[in-house]
């Protein structure tokens, strides 16, 4: 491992300590809370204080444009901190790093931020311009010829969103694009850290904030079958172990070693659980799954989130060959940017109680799954016996 490696494997290890001692509500789970975009402004920490920029978030809202609003990877990383409230201060310390910027709104509907975040801080200042209807166009006017008269015509990716004066326009925004409308107005959601650590730890923003942006940038470097062949393999219980059990921490923090970045994810635990409830490294629903992915998925072209595992990860332990369905479901459709369409939720089927529930049909679906597969075993066996 290089020294460049090492130094990446310990900052995430830091940035995961950090984030797991000052959650807000302490459990064993990140604090998540919605806030809509004036809320929340980047905190003086994010990026080592370089300021956002509005060309920035101009070009970033014509990329949405040209390749659709995925709201599960707005809502992917999203960490900040909470503001001290007896001595507020990330609405005044935005709106003095932006004062030069003529194109970045200062204070939304004069709501002052109650939030500072360590990550998507230009995403969630282009939603800000778009709620306050600035300028959403880049396009350099030009002089009518043989006249002193200014014409701009837009010609940048922005076009359909944008009124007649090149600015942000809400109403064209849901009529583009739904998702990204409803986005813009409800918000992020946010894993949320106490203002106490910026008391207690002044260099723990900073740390945790480039962690996330090595995330970012390594997000497509290593396939995502890769990694989840690599952690099967790990799940192997101690033979000291005679209940099976595999404890996380161990896996996780190897993996980081391994994998760094590509792992940091409050929902990789899911995909552990997934593993193990299925049977860990000797698992036979695992290797159906390695299977199938091995002739049906180009990881060059698909990879998956962590958060398809937590939509399946609470299903009951009878159901093995309905959670590698409902993966193997969303590894055919069609992706979005190289990312998969996440599984939807049949956990309300799956309960015995409720209206919707379905028990009794499910477990007849997963018997069905275990008699397929038999049929197949025996036309495949009998094929290659000719």
Known sequence: MSAATKADTQLIKKSIAFRAKYRVEQGSEPTMRLFAPPLAVPHPKNRGGDPVKSLRTIQLSGSIVQDGCDVVEANSNAVAVEDNPSKPRFQSFFEEQVKSDPHMLKKSFNIVASIGTLSHGHLNCMMRNMLGGHKGCECVSTVVEGTDIEKQECKCANKP??????????????????????????????????????????????????????????????????????????????????????????????????YGANVDHPDFFHAFRVVMDAGGHDSPHMANLQDFTNVYVNPKLRKMRYEAYAVISDYPLEFPRLKNACLKWAWKQTPKRGWCELPVSVSHRLSDRGAFSMLSLMREIEEAFLWLGKVVSKVVDARDAQ
Do not use: Q
């Open 161 to 258: 969103i944008l009124t007649e004066n090149g600015c942000y326009s809400m109403e064209l925004v849901r009529k583009y694009d739904g998702d990204w409308g409803s986005l813009c107005e409800r918000g992020i959601v946010w894993e949320m850290l106490s203002h106490r650590m910026d008391e207690e730890e002044p260099e723990a923003a900073l740390l945790i904030s480039i962690a996330l942006n090595k995330k970012n940038e390594s997000a497509m470097k290593t396939s995502h079958t890769e990694i989840m062949n690599t952690l099967v393999g790990l799940c192997k219980p101690s033979p000291a172990d005679i209940e099976g059990k595999v404890p996380f921490d161990p896996v996780r923090d190897k993996m980081i070693e391994l």
